[in-house]
């Protein structure tokens, strides 16, 4: 039986593609279900989060579980599979250990994917489609994502503009659970951002952006509100960060509005992030007092000075996560040699029986207890050593050698005791 992750995430599909590809939690035990009915798919696991839709099984037969996965959304496989990728046995290992210790995610070293692993090996176990062999890999992958966050940086160093910006946001408020987020714009680095802040929970969150069909699709990802862009002005005041990425030539938010904010809110304070070049917000309204305006720029500090410290964690997290998928490949493989070690002692055990056996009748007829003994420990080693024997006898040429080295390994005969 072989280990296998196929899927897609943010490095290799479009937001519409993975939209169409998540799975809804209320279906997720029917789809477990569902992937493993047919018994060729044996044990199995799903990850579904905004980035990345996987499958963790084992199978001999990998090539079902994307014809599958295309048939549960009601995809031809065509249109799903330029976007995905299959990992065969050592390298879905390495690739679970990875995305649990953040080193695949869209923000580097982002803690929040390490719960979302446990919660689709919780979701595995409670549908029964947890063997043996999952069971142990997410044993050993919560175990090597820990490894990777207490023994390097992965987690400790910004290096990116999302992470700046919650970053200055968390040294302004001192709870973002309590606070009021408004996104701007809902392109790319508005997505990231997002998914940033919507990790810390904050009590409300809104988009506003000029197309609202966009607007509404990144909303739906984070639970958030949908605004028009021209009430922007108008709602301001009721937020707390408002971070900002469009195109447009022109500022969006301006001084005057800002002011009009500021004073509803009874100077209150109020984050800005401007991410946009050329800017979304007048650079006027920095100098204002109880507003922290940041730019492009600020926030490139910030990241600068966390890449160095972050790479060098990296490079650590992958020797970690390297030397850990050696020792799971190593479990397997003495998981593999089960069958044959059983039947050895199977047959040892068979031969025993027989001797005893003999022996039980000698013993019966009166024969002399010392010859009994010396017959039965004459027919254990006889019958034990006939099959090795017998391969070292039958071995010619080079496989002699080797039969005869392999044979010294098993019985330790070069030991000195």
């Not at 862009?229 to 447009?248: I, R, Y």
Request: with cysteine.
């Amino acid at each position: 039986m072989q280990l296998y992750a196929l899927g897609l995430n943010h490095h290799t599909a479009p937001l519409t593609i993975r939209e169409q590809m998540a799975f809804q939690p209320e279906r997720l035990d029917d789809a477990l279900h569902d992937l493993t009915h047919e018994r060729t798919v044996r044990e199995a696991a799903i990850l579904s989060t905004c980035n990345r839709t996987e499958l963790y099984f084992a199978t001999e037969q990998p090539q079902h579980a994307a014809d599958w996965l295309a048939r549960f959304h009601h995809l031809p496989l065509s249109e799903v599979s330029p976007y995905l990728y299959t990992y065969p046995q050592r390298d879905a290992i390495r690739h679970v250990f990875r995305v649990a210790s953040g080193l695949d995610s869209m923000v580097l070293g982002e803690p929040q994917i390490l719960g979302q692993v446990k919660d689709a090996a919780r979701r595995a176990e409670e549908a029964g489609t947890m063997g043996t062999l999952l069971h142990k890999l997410f044993q050993n992958t919560f175990a090597v994502a820990k490894e990777v966050r207490s023994t390097t940086a992965i987690g400790a160093n910004i290096v990116s503009m999302a992470a700046a910006a919650m970053h200055l946001s968390e040294r302004i408020f001192e709870r973002m659970s309590d606070q009021r987020v408004l996104f701007i714009g809902a392109g790319e680095m508005i997505e990231l951002c997002a998914a940033y802040f919507a990790g810390a929970c904050p009590k409300r969150i809104a988009v506003a952006n000029r197309t609202e069909a966009r607007a509404q699709l990144l909303a739906h990802r984070f639970g958030a509100e949908v605004m028009r862009l021209d009430v922007v002005g108008e709602m301001l005041p009721h937020f707390d960060v408002v971070v900002s990425c469009t195109a447009s030539p022109l500022p969006i938010v301006g001084l005057g509005m800002v002011e009009r904010a500021i004073k509803a809110r009874r100077h209150r304070p109020i984050v800005m992030v401007d991410l946009a070049v050329p800017r979304d917000i007048e650079a006027e309204v920095g100098q204002l007092d109880d507003v922290f305006l940041y730019t492009v720029d600020d926030l490139a500090q910030i990241v600068d000075a966390g890449l160095e410290s972050r790479q060098q964690a990296v490079l650590e997290a992958e020797e970690i996560i390297d030397s850990r998928v050696n020792g799971f490949l190593h479990w397997m493989q003495a998981r593999d040699a089960v069958p044959t070690i059983r039947a050895l002692r199977q047959h040892a055990e068979t031969v025993r029986a027989v001797e005893l056996e003999r022996a039980t009748r000698l013993l019966a007829k009166g024969e002399d207890p010392q010859k009994v003994l010396d017959a039965l420990s004459h027919g254990l080693i006889n019958k034990l050593m006939h099959s090795p024997t017998r391969y070292l006898n039958q071995s010619e040429g080079e496989q002699q050698a080797d039969a005869s080295r392999l044979v010294q390994q098993l019985f330790n005969l070069n030991s000195p005791d």
